[in-house]
């Protein structure tokens, strides 16, 4: 297949396909004239690829997740330290969306004045500190510990 019916066939646009070529994550089996040329398995490789990229594998890691012969060679111990990141992950955009949920429908007059609000502001600063002014996880305080949002009682009218 030439680049372009490879970039049809998969989604994934030519110029995306010289880079991954030049990074060493597909391999062109020939041209025709000034076109690459590509073996049918590179769909497939390409499918790898776009998946540990939605897992949020760097290009390098993916790399590495195939052998010298090209085949697949993937370590499950980093499969499983991803799975892992990808729970603390959802915890910490589960309290995020938590959060703004709150602030959406908080009765207070201000969201300064709502101590769920406030109490998520000083976690996401003690955070950010934490990391040395690194953008930190909202919602979160130290590895693996989720703060849980308490809600306050509503104001009666």
Do not use: N, W
Request: proline share 6%; net charge positive; with cysteine.
């Amino acid at each position: 297949m030439d680049i372009s019916e490879v970039a049809q066939r998969s989604g994934v646009p030519a110029s995306t396909l010289r880079f991954y070529e030049e990074k060493g994550l597909i391999v062109s089996v020939g041209r025709r004239g000034l076109r690459r040329l590509f073996s049918p398995d590179v769909l497939e490789r390409l499918a790898l690829i776009a998946l540990g990229r939605s897992a949020g594998f760097s290009l390098d890691e993916i790399a590495r997740m195939f052998a010298p012969d090209g085949l697949p060679q993937i370590d499950r111990k980093m499969l499983a330290g991803k799975a892992d990141e990808i729970d603390r992950t959802i915890r910490k955009l589960s309290a995020v969306r938590d959060g703004l949920r709150h602030a959406a429908v908080c009765p207070a007059p201000s969201h300064m004045e709502c101590p769920t609000f406030r109490r998520l502001l000083g976690i996401e600063a003690s955070a950010a500190a934490g990391a040395g002014g690194r953008k930190a996880s909202p919602g979160r305080q130290g590895p693996d510990k989720t703060v849980p949002i308490r809600r306050h009682k509503r104001a009666v009218a």
